[in-house]
């Protein structure tokens, strides 16, 4: 309940405040007392109109007030005045077959004849959780629909007026809901791409103007320093202010040595250990055998001599 008298309070004050301004000047005392004639005007209107915004569970008050600051936006994107709520009910009361209208393309685009106006809204406010949501769709006098749109309403009561506002212009004239960026980073010659596309290199020389409302992918880069990636978030008629502080990439160190496997060579089989082992045997035997063959008979002949054997 505090929520809701805040808002309507904050946007009480704003509507006030927008319709000081639409009416002020008038007859004022000249410099000599005397009276400043001021010829009369013909009154024109814009050529959009609102049927009427209907709450659905939520406050009456609180639709009210915003369909008084919805049309003020209005009013203020036709620079004229539109039709008033008094006007509106009178050309219904003044046609039987518009008494029971609540909405319908038909009846909307008869209405919006008898206004003589060429476009007429209709629409609702309804709560969606802690938020409102604003559902409005534009229909022209043949009975087609031009644009329907479904605005979120949340946040504070600055927040909500901003909702309101995009929701008028997303519904009349969108081409016109557009913001800016404006990059200030701490490093000169670092590259900006937004949304993919290049845009140029710090310091601009200004915002970077005419974007969408909404979110867009903000890059910025620059040999040595890490790459700044962040969504920025564009606002009606405002700029979106980036601050930059680019971190220095941190340093990978040496590139890594490669260990390339050597080549593995067959060993030959007589350098081997195995090998040396059969070598040394062949050769013990081969000296036993040589030994064998060049040593004397061990049979003595006593005939031949007899010191040999004692004799």
């Keep these: 309940m505090i929520r809701v008298t805040s808002v309507l309070a904050t946007l009480a004050m704003c509507s006030t405040l927008a319709s000081a301004k639409g009416n002020g000047g008038g007859n004022g005392a000249g410099a000599g007392g005397g009276t400043t004639q001021v010829t009369a005007q013909p009154i024109t209107h814009a050529n959009i109109a609102v049927f009427r915004i209907e709450p659905l569970g939520i406050e009456p008050e609180l639709v009210a007030r915003l369909d008084s600051l919805f049309r003020l ?172 502080n680019l971190i220095v990439a941190k340093d990978t160190g040496p590139a890594p040595i490669v260990k390339v496997p050597l080549r593995q060579h067959p060993v030959p089989w007589y350098s081997s250990t195995w090998g040396y082992v059969g070598i040394g045997v062949g050769a013990i035997a081969l000296g036993v055998i040589v030994g064998l063959a060049f040593a004397p008979d061990g049979v003595v002949n006593c005939e031949r001599n007899p010191a040999a054997c004692g004799l």
């Design 73 to 244: 936006e209005l009013e203020r994107l036709e620079k004229a005045p539109l039709p008033s709520k008094r006007d509106v009910d009178k050309a219904i009361a003044s046609d039987a077959g518009l008494r029971a209208c609540s909405g319908e393309t038909d009846c909307l685009a008869a209405l919006a004849k008898k206004l003589g106006v060429k476009q007429i809204i209709s629409g609702n406010v309804g709560a969606l959780g802690d938020s409102y949501v604003i559902n409005l769709k534009l229909i022209d006098d043949t009975g087609a629909e031009v644009r329907r749109i479904a605005q979120p309403l949340s946040g504070s009561p600055d927040e909500l007026i901003e909702a309101v506002r995009v929701a008028a212009y997303g519904l009349v004239a969108p081409e016109q809901l557009k913001g800016s960026i404006a990059i200030l980073s701490d490093v000169s010659g670092a590259a900006i791409s937004l949304d993919g596309k290049a845009i140029g290199k710090t310091p601009l020389k200004g915002p970077i103007t005419n974007l969408d409302v909404g979110k867009h992918q903000l890059k910025i880069s620059a040999q040595g320093y890490t790459d700044f990636l962040s969504d920025v978030e564009v606002h009606f008629q405002k700029t979106s202010q980036v601050i930059v």
